[in-house]
């Protein structure tokens, strides 16, 4: 990287709740060409080679999976926030460290491709993506690997995952 990618993460403690410490990664984005390089080495794992399709986690993994979808040609689905989205859905909850929540995806989206690989801006306690994970499974599909700009190693989640993870900086 022509930056070093964890100067440019930022702290914010107590949000979205106390006790949390927000490691926000948008400032990489201010940075086009850290950016760029960021996107080729998440696209040249093992786990997206083998993937039909991304599968992305609402929201700022939008922003990781549209970049690898085009770089990489694949097809890009989403797991979106209750509410957001229509048509014949797929929906679990899960717990993360500071709540719960549940994730929906497009039925007739899953129906195409068999195997996927999962993309996030960061993994934490792995609520998130075992919820993502789970849903696929339950398709009768296939889960390549999980691809992340950070993880919070002290957390743990990398252990209760059964699929390989690809982070490019370990907090």
Same mark, same amino acid.
């Given at each position: ?77 989403? *797991?979106?926030?209750?509410?957001? &989205?229509?048509?014949?859905? #797929?929906? =679990?909850?899960?717990?993360? $460290?500071?709540?719960?929540? @549940? ?20 993994? *934490?306690?792995?609520?998130?993506? &075992?919820?993502?994970?789970? #849903?696929? =499974?339950?398709?009768?599909? $296939?889960?390549?690997?999980? @691809? ?24």
């Amino acid at each position: 990287m022509t930056t070093n990618l964890k100067k440019l993460i930022r702290d914010y403690p107590d949000f979205p709740k106390k006790g949390i410490i927000f490691k926000d990664i948008l400032p990489i984005l201010q940075r086009p060409e850290d950016f760029s390089e960021l996107i080729k080495k998440m696209s040249k794992n093992q786990m997206c080679l083998e993937a039909e399709a991304i599968i992305s986690i609402d929201a700022r993994g939008f922003i990781f999976g549209t970049a690898l979808s085009f770089f990489t040609s694949k097809p890009m689905i989403v *797991a979106r926030k209750p509410g957001k &989205l229509p048509g014949d859905l #797929i929906s =679990k909850s899960y717990l993360l $460290e500071y709540g719960e929540n @549940s994730l929906s995806i497009q039925k007739e989206s899953l129906k195409k491709y068999n195997s996927y690989l999962i993309v996030d801006d960061l993994l *934490a306690t792995g609520g998130t993506v &075992l919820c993502v994970a789970e #849903i696929i =499974k339950e398709q009768k599909k $296939e889960v390549t690997g999980l @691809s992340v700009v950070v993880e919070l190693a002290g957390l743990n989640a990398r252990k209760k995952l059964t699929f390989p993870v690809d982070s490019q900086l370990t907090l």
